[in-house]
Nanobody, 129 residues
Framework: QVQLVESGGGSVQAGGSLRLSCVASGYTSSVNCMHWFRRAPGKEREGVASIYASGGTTYYADSVKGRATISQDSAENTVYLQMNSLKPEDTAMYYC??????????????????????WGQGTLVTVSS
């Protein structure tokens, strides 16, 4: 089992920045693909960004490309999502998730299909105009 705990959410004005953190614990060696997903009010959950630990390949949804950076600190078992130039449409519950993947392509597919074996409880991001 892998436990994921997110933090860093909050309220920010449009144009601002936030850094979300996700600390993994438990059997962390069993996962090598880390994701950030989000669910906006009235919308389905969607992939935001992913990182494939084996090589560090990253993947971003078009909606956040150029404004988001996913990174990891393997020593601390922590994954970050830096979000800049935030927009009201970024308002959502952000979830950290993890799974194993045999390649960065599979890791990306997990993000696109919004599937992962382990999920955190989420952290709320509210962006006001």
């Amino acid at each position: 089992q892998v436990q994921l705990v997110e933090s860093g959410g909050g309220s920010v004005q449009a144009g601002g920045s936030l850094r979300l953190s996700c600390v993994a614990s438990g059997y962390t060696s069993s996962v090598n693909c880390m994701h950030w997903f989000r669910r906006a009010p009235g919308k389905e959950r969607e992939g935001v960004a992913s990182i494939y630990a084996s090589g560090g390949t990253t993947y971003y949804a078009d909606s956040v490309k150029g404004r988001a950076t996913i990174s990891q600190d393997s020593a601390e078992n922590t994954v970050y999502l830096q979000m800049n130039s935030l927009k009201p449409e970024d308002t959502a519950m952000y979830y950290c998730a993890a799974d194993s993947a045999s390649s960065d392509y599979i890791c990306r597919l997990q993000s696109e299909r919004v599937v992962a074996g382990y999920w955190g409880q989420g952290t709320l991001v509210t962006v006001s105009s």
